[in-house]
């Protein structure tokens, strides 16, 4: 260190104010561009120069030079530097995983929502086909049964099995007709 430094930091470890306004004065705003250089902002720069000088007076008394100080002002620059930019990129990462699962509980909480009316909708229609019709179609496509076994049961013929069907569908088609755009995107949730 020059012998002016040398001074001025003797000085400013004893808590001399002119002796820290000169070193704030001839480092400011060097250290401010080289501040930019890292951040790309000149305010957040200026504020990252001005944080380490406050650390500067707060801890002159156990601060230790070993090289100048102005080298000492600038690794601690770059250092804050660095550290805020790390810091930036967390909270990017934290804030776009809260957003992915912000997306994902909305769209899980939506599919639950049109799928509780779908069914209630569903139960409705059901409720409107004939008594024999919602019991072949109950035993069709809940009970998955073939319609043989169904015919069995029921003591009725193959082809009346495929009629009661037939007319269940057209009715079951008929009274969700608003809803069959959602059943498809429904659907697709539960393929993907």
Same mark, same amino acid.
């Given at each position: ?75 601690? *620059? ?7 930019? $790390?810091?930036? #990129? +967390? ?5 776009? %995983?809260? @957003? ?57 013929? *193959? ?7 037939? $007319?269940?569908? #057209? +009715? ?5 007709? %608003?809803? @069959? ?12």
């Amino acid at each position: 260190m020059e012998l002016a430094e040398i001074d001025r930091f003797k000085a400013l470890k004893e808590g001399d104010e002119t002796a820290f306004e000169m070193i704030f004065k001839s480092h400011y705003d060097p250290l401010c561009k080289y501040a930019y250089t890292f951040l790309l902002d000149r305010d957040e720069a200026e504020e990252m120069v001005q944080a380490t000088f406050i650390n500067v007076w707060e801890k002159k008394e156990s601060i230790t030079i070993e090289t100048s100080l102005k080298s000492y002002l600038y690794r601690a *620059v770059r250092n804050s530097c660095l550290n805020s930019i $790390k810091h930036a #990129k +967390i909270k990017k990462k934290h804030a776009e %995983e809260s @957003l992915a699962t912000l997306d994902n509980s909305y769209e899980s909480v939506s599919q639950a929502v049109i799928s509780v009316e779908l069914d209630q909708r569903i139960g409705d229609a059901l409720l409107k086909l004939p008594e024999q019709c919602r019991l072949v179609f109950k035993m069709s496509r809940f009970e998955e049964l073939k319609y043989a076994e169904i015919a069995a049961q029921l003591n009725i013929s *193959v082809k009346t099995v495929e009629n009661q069907i037939g $007319k269940a569908l #057209k +009715i079951m088609r008929e009274q969700l007709k %608003e809803y @069959l755009p959602i059943l498809i995107i429904v659907m697709n949730g539960f393929i993907s």
